[in-house]
C-alpha cells in the first residue's frame, strides 16, 4: 500500500515556475514507477510525465517536453514536477501516481495509487 501526498501547487503568472512535490508513504517506493497527471476543468485526466524506479528513464507528453523536468529522491520518497514555462491552458488539479510496472507508461489503468492533487492556476 503506498499514500501519495502532492504539495506546492498555487498561483502562478504565465511563464511563471512552479515546483511540485509527491510524497510518498511505504519502504518500498523506489520500486514503483512514478507519474504526474493533470486534469482541467471540463476534460479528461491526462498524462504529464513519468519517471522509472531509478530516475534514469522519464518520458513526457508532448505539450510539456523541454519546460517541465520530472525527478525523485529515492532516500526521501519523494518525486518532483519543476514547470518553467506555465501557460494558462495548463490550469488544472496536478496529482502524482504510483505503478508496479516495470517502464513508464502513459495510460491511467497502469497506475495502482494516486494522490488526492494540487491545484495549479496559471493566470493571463
Known amino acids: 500500500q503506498v499514500q501519495l501526498v502532492e504539495s506546492g501547487g498555487g498561483l502562478v503568472q504565465a511563464g511563471g515556475s512552479l515546483r511540485l512535490s509527491c510524497a510518498a508513504s511505504?519502504?518500498?517506493?523506489?520500486?514503483?514507477?512514478m507519474a504526474w497527471f493533470r486534469q482541467a476543468p471540463g476534460k479528461e485526466r491526462e498524462f504529464v510525465a513519468g519517471?522509472?524506479?531509478?530516475?534514469?528513464?522519464?518520458t513526457y507528453a508532448d505539450s510539456v517536453k523541454g519546460r517541465f523536468t520530472i525527478s525523485r529522491d529515492n532516500a526521501k520518497n519523494t518525486v518532483y514536477l519543476q514547470m518553467n514555462s506555465l501557460k494558462p491552458e495548463e490550469t488544472a488539479v496536478y496529482c502524482c501516481?504510483?505503478?508496479?510496472?516495470?517502464?513508464?507508461?502513459?495510460?491511467?489503468?497502469?497506475?495502482?495509487?494516486w494522490g488526492q492533487g494540487t491545484q495549479v492556476t496559471v493566470s493571463s
Open positions: 501516481a504510483a505503478s508496479k510496472v516495470s517502464s513508464v507508461r502513459g495510460g491511467q489503468t497502469s497506475y495502482d495509487y
Open positions: 511505504g519502504r518500498t517506493f523506489s520500486a514503483y514507477v
Open positions: 519517471i522509472n524506479w531509478s530516475g534514469g528513464s522519464t
